[in-house]
């Protein structure tokens, strides 16, 4: 048995000051609008981000990290917090 197992054999996760991790908010253009819901929370909650577009702009996507991956359009968003990650807001 060691100290980061319990009694059954399954492993202990323990939460302290490294389970806060950040969320950063973007936008892909200065002026096409601004994003709300980034900042530092804890690892397994959820957290809603809400794009707002400029008058002449639409919300199309949710850029996460360096993923060229289009498909998160829904807006708001509601994620589950597991890294530090980057959500950018795409207007056009």
Known sequence: D???EDR???VKISADASSDVEITT???SE???SVAGGGTYRIGSYVTL????AATKTFRYWKIDDSNDNSH???PMTIVVRKNSTYTAVFG
């Open 26 to 28: 973007d936008v892909n």
């Open 73 to 75: 359009t829904e807006n």
């Open 2 to 4: 060691t100290d980061n």
């Open 31 to 33: 002026g096409y609008g």
């Open 50 to 53: 809400t794009a707002t577009p």
């Open 8 to 10: 059954d054999g399954l």
